[in-house]
């Protein structure tokens, strides 16, 4: 089970910091992912990173790149979106994921909004 944390109302150029938490299973040997959706859009990928045997390289969309880090906790069982520089277009729902073999998991989704 994922569970998201974090979200909230912030002014356009602030920061806001989301955490996932996994109950029961670690994030270092596994792709995480951040999603979000948009109202009106389809769910679209925001960042992710690769499981510690490879690295946990962190990859994201374009459209966040410089502005968004993904970072895991190993120690902790978190993920984390730390959200830098947030735009209005940043306005989402946004979701956790984890791809343990196989299998997709997603947290419930935090709601972010970024007023202008």
């Known amino acids: 089970q994922l569970v998201e944390s974090g979200g909230g109302l912030v002014q356009a150029g602030g920061s806001l910091r989301l955490s996932c938490a996994a109950s029961?299973?670690?994030?270092?040997?596994?792709?995480v992912a951040w999603y979000r959706r948009i109202p009106g859009k389809e769910r679209e990928f925001v960042a992710a990173?690769?499981?510690?045997?490879?690295?946990?390289?962190?990859y994201y969309a374009d459209s966040v790149k410089g502005r968004f880090t993904i970072s895991v906790d190993n120690a902790k069982n978190m993920m984390y979106l730390q959200m830098n520089s947030l735009i209005p277009e940043d306005t989402a729902i946004y979701y956790c994921?984890?791809?343990?073999?196989?299998?997709?998991?997603w947290g419930q989704g935090t709601q972010v909004t970024v007023s202008s």
């Open positions: 990173a690769t499981p510690i045997w490879l690295g946990q390289s962190p």
């Open positions: 029961g299973r670690s994030f270092s040997s596994v792709y």
């Open positions: 994921h984890a791809d343990i073999n196989g299998v997709h998991y």
